[in-house]
């Protein structure tokens, strides 16, 4: 079965590094997102990607955020300069066209300190 | 703004019982609902879904139930086994196709 592949597992940075958060979606998926969970609370929405562009986005992504999909795989999630409330779980999502399914990746764990 | 809620944090059941795990949102104009389970060190992982024009929906083993009159959502899981041990959150979608998602219900099965 198909599924969403997310590295790395587990990623330590000090406060004020950039992090690059990379996910592979499924292959034929169209609509790709990113979420977060921190330690003990809900998944939270951070954007939607749709068509080589951010479709929605949250208050929580701002402007130390970005996304990209730099090729036909990969969508990838930077943190500009990590702060220690960064520290959560990092969800990557796709969608196949015509679909509401969200198939989730095994997330990745980002620690700052 | 909308957002989507669990009534209880924590549900313990014994093994072979039937558990139901309750949610209420507040956005009327939501058209779009999904039950997630989510294992512990995992993502969350689609159980079902329903729309707002329907009431009830039957997967295998759980069932979906919609009361758009009182704005909730329940997960109904028959003959519940101790692999269902985990995090249930309702979550209400968008036509962009983002998940909102409640505060969540650990769901706790005894043997």
């Known amino acids: ?113 | 703004g909308e957002s989507v809620g669990l009534h209880l944090p924590t549900l313990s059941v014994q093994e072979g019982d039937n558990s139901i795990i309750n949610c209420a949102y507040s956005n009327s104009a939501s058209d779009y609902f999904i039950w997630y389970k989510q294992e512990s060190g995992k993502g969350p992982q689609f159980i079902i879904d329903i729309r707002s024009n329907m009431d009830k929906r039957q997967g295998q083993r759980v069932t979906v139930l919609l009361n758009k009159t009182v704005k909730h959502l329940s997960l109904q899981i028959a003959a519940t086994q101790p692999g269902d041990s985990a995090v249930y959150f309702c979550a209400e979608n968008t036509n962009a196709g983002k998940s909102t998602f409640g505060d969540g219900t650990t769901l706790t099965v005894k043997p």
């Open chain 1, 1 to 113: 079965e198909p599924e969403v592949t997310q590295t790395p597992s587990h990623q330590v940075t000090q406060m004020g590094q950039e992090v690059i958060l990379r996910c592979v979606p499924i292959s034929n998926h169209l609509y790709f997102y990113w979420y977060r969970q921190i330690l003990g609370q809900k998944v939270e929405f951070l954007v939607s990607f749709y068509n080589n562009e951010i479709s929605e986005k949250s208050e929580i992504f701002d402007d130390q955020f970005s996304v990209e999909r730099p090729d036909g795989s990969n969508f990838t999630l930077k943190i500009r300069s990590t702060k220690l409330e960064d520290s959560a779980m990092y969800f990557c999502a796709s969608t196949g066209q015509d679909s509401y399914e969200q198939y989730f990746g095994p997330g990745t764990r980002l620690t700052v300190t």
